[in-house]
Nanobody, 120 residues
């Protein structure tokens, strides 16, 4: 079983930046697609970005957010720049055993506990 732990959330002003991290344990050889989702109360979880052999982004974050992964450190990152109030949400790290990434949250096998991002 893979455990994911996020960090790096917090409060920031409009236009600011944050970097989220997600560390996986134990070894992540069973997971091939990694993603960041976000959720606000009353709405479904939305895929922000994902990475496997390629990367994919939600239209709302293209050009502002960058997903990356350090395999040696078992760590996933989300660099968030030019933050807007509408980026305020709980952000979750997720991993999937399949090689293909999906925008649908129900297809992911492992989840972190979430980290709150607030932009004001």
């Amino acid at each position: 079983h893979v455990q994911l732990v996020e960090s790096g959330g917090g409060s920031v002003q409009t236009g600011g930046s944050l970097r989220l991290s997600c560390t996986a344990s134990p070894a992540t050889y069973q997971t091939n697609c990694w993603a960041w989702f976000r959720q606000v109360p009353g709405e479904e979880r939305e895929r922000v970005a994902s990475i496997a052999s390629t990367t994919a982004y939600a239209d709302s974050v293209k050009g502002r957010f960058t997903i990356s992964r350090d395999i040696a450190k078992n760590t996933l990152y989300l660099e968030m720049n030019s933050l807007k109030p509408e980026d305020t949400a709980m952000y979750y790290c997720a991993a999937r055993k399949q090689f293909s990434c999906s925008p649908w949250y129900r297809l992911y096998d492992y989840w972190g506990q979430g980290t709150q991002v607030t932009v004001s």
